[in-house]
């Protein structure tokens, strides 16, 4: 436990992500009235608008506080027309750069749907997808797979004639991720909403990819340490239609890089879209964590946005500072995040446009900032 508080850096970044973070810091105040604040938010600028301005990603201060915070806030990062010299997006050094730079080896994305969220799928067999269906985190590699920069064009004569990404699955990438989703399902409270069993799922394409293969042999060595816990293997592409016909299967699921970026888009879905979505990127010593919507350009400056993916990135935040530090009033602090979130969402949903209604950014806020008010510290 600190007890000066934890410093939190701050990247609001591009397009509505600063929208949606000043939400997030309006409920994290709110969470720390009346006691002196177990943390402290310091903002810094970054991002490809930022870069489309000042020809620099982000400051060296912006930097060493990612270097140097306990926690990182990271709001959106991606603008149309900001791009590096090299191709890369601008922005790239404050997701994919803290990625490889502060070694966070787990993306772990929950996938829950609340009461009171609606969703756009409609099924002929059962109505709709509710509440007790939807509770699964999915972990994806998040430092190599074919994230890994071993990449490049042929150039020759002037024409590109070869273009190369190179996926690289190491041991020590596959096993840490592995173990930490084994280490996730052991502790977590719940298991799969169907049958309450503890499982994880290997999601992959071991019926082609070597590195899969790979993959499965590390799982299979890992899984063994985790007597108590149900495995099995899902390929990837049947993966995407077991996961939206039956998802109440799925407790936790681990895949390597790229498939987790994809299945965990589609999973969003389930949960109510990508304004509920958050991730957190987590190493030994470090993490980040976000919406994962990305800067939705269309909406930047309309206050239209949903910040629930945002606040649901602060809770997630919240509980691994107060796991990592044993610090109980963090957890208390998430607990309460977590109970206002669900007591809104319950009680007229998040009212915002992807959901069906009128709400702006900062109501949203403000809903749930005065329903954190209501519960007792
Ligand atoms: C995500 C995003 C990023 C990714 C982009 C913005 C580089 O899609 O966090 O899922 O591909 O990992
Ligand atoms: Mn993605």
């Given amino acids: 436990m600190k007890e000066a508080g934890y410093e939190i850096a701050v990247f609001p970044g591009d397009g509505t992500g600063p929208e949606v973070v000043r939400e997030g810091l309006k409920v994290l105040a709110a969470l720390a009235e009346g006691g002196p604040a177990p943390w402290h938010a310091t903002p810094y600028p970054g991002g490809g608008q930022y870069y489309l301005q000042s020809g620099r990603e982000w400051e060296p201060e912006g930097a060493a506080a990612a270097q140097r915070a306990d926690a990182i806030l990271l709001g959106a990062v991606g603008w149309p027309g900001a791009t590096l010299p090299n191709g890369d997006i601008a922005g790239r050094a404050l997701v994919l750069g803290l990625r490889e730079g502060l070694d966070l080896y787990a993306n772990v994305r929950p996938c829950r749907l609340y009461p009171g969220v609606k969703h756009r799928i409609s099924g002929a067999f059962r109505e709709v997808w509710s509440p007790q269906h939807v509770d699964m985190v999915i972990v994806r590699e998040n430092t190599e797979g074919l994230y890994t920069p071993a990449r490049g064009r042929l150039r020759r004569g002037g024409d590109t004639e070869v273009v190369i990404d190179t996926r690289v699955i190491t041991r020590k990438g596959a096993e840490r991720v592995i173990r930490y989703a084994f280490e996730l399902a052991r502790h977590r409270n719940r298991g799969a909403p169907?049958?309450?069993?503890?499982?994880?799922?290997?999601?992959?394409?071991?019926?082609?990819?070597?590195?899969?293969?790979?993959?499965?042999?590390?799982?299979?060595?890992?899984?063994?340490?985790?007597?108590?816990?149900?495995?099995?293997?899902?390929?990837?592409?049947?993966?995407?239609?077991?996961?939206?016909?039956?998802?109440?299967?799925?407790?936790?699921?681990?895949?390597?890089?790229?498939?987790?970026?994809?299945?965990?888009?589609?999973?969003?879905?389930?949960?109510?879209?990508?304004?509920?979505?958050?991730?957190?990127?987590?190493?030994?010593?470090?993490?980040?964590?976000?919406?994962?919507?990305?800067?939705?350009?269309?909406?930047?400056?309309?206050?239209?946005?949903?910040?629930?993916?945002?606040?649901?990135?602060?809770?997630?935040?919240?509980?691994?500072?107060?796991?990592?530090?044993?610090?109980?009033?963090?957890?208390?602090?998430?607990?309460?995040?977590?109970?206002?979130?669900?007591?809104?969402?319950?009680?007229?949903?998040?009212?915002?446009?992807?959901?069906?209604?009128?709400?702006?950014?900062?109501?949203?806020?403000?809903?749930?900032?005065?329903?954190?008010?209501?519960?007792?510290?």
């Fill in 194 to 377: 169907e049958d309450g069993v503890k499982r994880v799922t290997c999601v992959d394409k071991a019926n082609v990819l070597e590195g899969c293969r790979f993959f499965r042999e590390v799982f299979e060595q890992v899984g063994k340490e985790y007597a108590e816990i149900d495995r099995e293997f899902a390929y990837v592409d049947a993966f995407t239609q077991w996961l939206v016909r039956n998802p109440e299967h799925y407790n936790v699921a681990v895949a390597t890089n790229m498939m987790g970026d994809i299945i965990t888009d589609l999973a969003a879905v389930l949960q109510g879209g990508m304004g509920f979505a958050a991730g957190g990127n987590v190493g030994t010593d470090h993490a980040m964590f976000e919406p994962v919507h990305g800067s939705a350009p269309k909406y930047a400056g309309k206050n239209q946005v949903n910040p629930f993916a945002t606040f649901f990135a602060v809770e997630q935040m919240l509980r691994w500072l107060a796991t990592r530090h044993s610090d109980a009033r963090l957890g208390r602090q998430a607990d309460r995040l977590e109970q206002a979130l669900a007591g809104v969402l319950a009680h007229g949903g998040a009212g915002t446009y992807d959901q069906g209604g009128t709400a702006t950014t900062s109501e949203a806020g403000d809903r749930v900032a005065a329903a954190v008010r209501g519960i007792p510290a």
